[in-house]
């Protein structure tokens, strides 16, 4: 249906558009969910923007700002679907077209102070607040799979795997 409009993680059970900045410009909080909330794309809709709740639902990783926070829908997706590092830079993007080395808007509101929410930096991976009136970027994604092409995640572990192999194969020699 979605062909390589979209990419779906299957551990994370989530379709990830394949265009990582469809708009091509940065948006306040309540405008970002406006435009993901009525994105079409090839007749699927009902896309949103990403959670930084951790999995379980509980809240966002630590306080603000944090590194390291795999646990999250956009800390997944940089840090163990795409293996970035913390504190950037960002280095892998594939299989995803025109990532910004920027922040990322979540869907998730900040408890104690409803004018803030959420965002994710994949220019370094941290995850923090800021108020809902600044622009950022959007990314949509969807639970489930609705028809997008799978993340070749077994591909990066291969690959790494092998790249260790070989690294220990020279240090023999």
Not at 42 to 53: A, F, H, I, K
Not at 73 to 102: D, H, I, K, W
């Amino acid at each position: 249906m979605l062909g390589g409009q979209a990419y779906y993680d299957d551990v994370a059970d989530l379709t990830w558009l394949a265009d990582a900045n469809p708009t091509g410009a940065t948006m306040n909080w309540a405008a970002t969910n406006a435009w993901v909330a009525g994105l079409n794309i090839s007749g699927v809709t009902g896309w949103r923007l990403p959670s930084s709740l951790n999995s379980d639902g509980s809240g966002p990783c630590g306080p603000a700002p944090a590194f390291s926070c795999t646990d999250s829908e956009m800390g997944n997706l940089y840090y163990n679907v795409l293996g970035n590092a913390a504190r950037g830079p960002l280095t892998n993007t594939s299989p995803f077209s025109n990532v910004q080395s920027n922040q990322y808007w979540s869907s998730t509101e900040v408890a104690p102070n409803p004018s803030s929410a959420w965002f994710f930096g994949f220019n370094s991976g941290i995850q923090s607040h800021i108020s809902k009136g600044v622009g950022k970027f959007g990314w949509a994604v969807q639970s489930g799979n609705v028809g997008a092409v799978p993340v070749p995640g077994a591909v990066w572990l291969f690959g790494s795997g092998l790249i260790g192999l070989l690294g220990l194969a020279r240090r023999k020699r």
